[in-house]
């Protein structure tokens, strides 16, 4: 590997319930995101990536604002979002807010920037669905320019132009780090090679590995652009604990929930216990088991993708924080060193 293989965590700032199954407030939740996410440095983890979305299932809108308090309270632990929805945001601010972010936290924010797979931030903040694809087009364009941290000039059709216009804060030192997230598009892939920019697949259905022809095209675009070598890194849902059977069982009512929760919104059939289980299996998109299971589950990915970073979304409808507090842990004490072990025989085998 090129570049370092880091682990990190994400999260949604699901809506979670309290021991005796009632909601906690959205306020809580977000102080519980913020434990979450120094529990992550404890355990010796690389990143956290706070999603952004406008509902009442997440307590999360403004992803920057939480990390910055994730920042206060940590030291080496990087800070970004999963994902920023660049989309129906202003690139100026975006860039601001992070570039605010990263001079708080010593140089340690990451934006993660993507069109969301929810689309209520659309109409909240005045943007036509029919623009999808411009205006995830233009403002990435526009926020790849501010990242050179010089006078921009740019014009397109979805925000007012700029005329050698400077934007602070600085970054303080060498540029923002800024990943695209894709979903399963070719078109988005080849996107993210344009701009020379690290890669984040969002692995929510299937196996890992569906996903190599995809990694094959960003590395084969990148040098058709004369670009170097970026990283990539893979986001998927997940939950540990000690054994397969209970980390199912703590998961299964809560992922069922929300995901009829979405797929009544969407039209999607029910969840089954069977689907959940298949997903769970080796071949499936989701991240759960004892750590041994994880740990082989994630090591054939970083393998098999060439990844050079694995976030694992440890927030899952309703699962509660102490659930995710466990799970974080066995994450960091348990599956990370078991996966450089599996992954340091297979180089030498």
Known sequence: MTTPLEFGIDTFGDVTVDADGAPLSQAQVLRNVVEQGVHAEA????FIGVGEHHREDFAVSSPEVVLAAIAARTERIHLGSAVTVLSSDDPVRVYQRF??????????????????????????????????????????????????????????????PLREQSVYPRVEHG???????????????????????????????????RFAPFVDLYHRALAQFQLP????????????????????????????????????ERGWSPMTRGHFEQEAGPEGALFVGSPETVARKVATAVDGL????????????????????????LYGSAVVPRVRELLTESSTA
Request: no cysteine.
């Open 306 to 329: 060439g990844l050079s970073r694995v976030d694992l979304k440890i927030s899952n409808g309703s699962l509660s924080h102490e659930h995710l507090m466990d799970s974080i842990g």
């Open 175 to 209: 540029k923002l780090k800024t990943w695209v997230g894709v979903g399963g598009s070719p078109e988005s892939v080849v996107r993210t090679a344009r701009y020379g920019l690290p890669m984040m697949l969002a692995v929510i259905g299937g196996g890992p590995l």
């Open 99 to 160: 570039a605010t972010l990263d001079g708080i936290s010593g140089g340690r924010a990451e934006a993660i920037l993507g069109r969301g797979s929810f689309t209520e931030s659309f109409p909240l903040f005045g943007y036509e669905l029919s623009q999808y694809e411009e205006l995830f087009e233009e403002k990435l364009d526009l926020f790849v320019a501010l990242l050179e941290q010089e006078p921009v000039t740019w014009s397109g059709k979805t925000r007012a």
């Open 43 to 46: 355990v010796g983890l690389d």
């Open 229 to 264: 070598t970026q990283p990539v890194g893979m986001h998927s849902p997940a939950h540990i604990a000690e054994t397969d059977e209970l980390a199912q069982e703590q998961l299964w009512p809560h992922y069922r929930a929300m995901m009829d929760r979405i797929g009544r």
